[in-house]
């Protein structure tokens, strides 16, 4: 992979995990839980003639198996996948991949070039190699005139002050310690205004 500081110069195909673990719509929730464990993986794509068709993570497993106690030698991947899978090209920036899995709520897209399924892309990929869009967002901060502290020892631990939730990522913002959604929600807001 080429090394580069500029976030919008990455692309998928430089952050996407290759080659990708498929299963198929007949696998049953014990075979890919063993894949999963396997590869050291999160999820599998469910693919037909090569094509994606659906994904199953490790949450799919837990909520859709698990919970309801369910026997996984019996279910199918085709009952507990999550179907369209979402596809982007290798092409697509960082950036455009990002925007998309926020606007679909979905934290994994499946990489696909001319129809066959190349890689899959996460936000745990991007961020991985990208630590400069939260550099990124503490900039847009810094433009609106909101000091960012951050301890010489990195990210706090705790319940973000706005929202309420546990974040492993808090900064301090004006006094206030907030979660990474919250930082996002506040440059958001001084753009519109």
Same mark, same amino acid.
């Given at each position: 992979?080429?090394?580069? /500081?500029?976030? #919008?110069?990455l *692309?998928?195909?430089?952050?996407?995990?290759s080659?990708v673990?498929?299963?198929?719509?007949?696998?049953?929730?014990?075979?890919l839980?063993?894949?999963?464990? *396997? @590869?050291?993986?999160g999820?599998?794509?469910?693919?037909?003639?090569g094509?994606?068709?659906?994904?199953?993570?490790? /949450?799919?497993?837990?909520?859709?198996?698990?919970a309801r106690n369910?026997?996984?030698?019996?279910?199918?991947?085709?009952?507990?996948?999550?179907s369209?899978? %979402?596809?982007?090209?290798?092409e697509?920036?960082?950036? +455009?991949?990002?925007?998309?899995?926020?606007?679909l709520?979905?934290?994994?897209?499946?990489v696909? @070039?001319k129809?066959?399924?190349?890689?899959?892309?996460?936000?745990k #990929?991007?961020?991985?190699?990208t630590?400069?869009?939260l550099e990124?967002?503490?900039e %847009?901060?810094?433009?609106?005139g909101? /000091?960012?502290?951050?301890?010489?020892?990195?990210?706090v631990?705790?319940?973000?002050?706005?929202?309420?939730?546990?974040s492993d990522?808090l900064?301090n913002?004006?006094?206030?310690?907030?979660? +990474?959604e919250?930082?996002? +929600?506040?440059?958001?807001?001084?753009? +519109?205004?």
């Open positions: 992979m080429k090394l580069t /500081t500029l976030p #919008d110069e *692309k998928v195909r430089d952050v996407m995990s080659p673990i498929e299963g198929s719509e007949n696998d049953t929730a014990e075979v839980a063993q894949k999963m464990e *396997k @590869y050291n993986i999820s599998v794509v469910i693919t037909k003639n094509v994606p068709v659906g994904i199953v993570t490790k /949450t799919d497993l837990v909520w859709k198996v698990v369910l026997k996984p030698s019996e279910v199918k991947a085709s009952s507990i996948m999550s369209p899978i %979402h596809l982007v090209d290798p697509t920036s960082i950036e +455009e991949a990002l925007r998309k899995m926020t606007n709520k979905v934290s994994r897209l499946a696909t @070039y129809n066959r399924l190349v890689g899959l892309v996460s936000v #990929d991007i961020l991985q190699v630590p400069e869009i990124i967002v503490k %847009h901060l810094k433009i609106r909101v /000091t960012v502290s951050r301890s010489s020892e990195g990210y631990e705790g319940y973000c002050d706005e929202c309420g939730e546990w990522m900064l913002v004006d006094g206030r310690y907030l979660c +990474e919250c930082r996002l +929600e506040l440059t958001k807001r001084g753009v +519109e205004e």
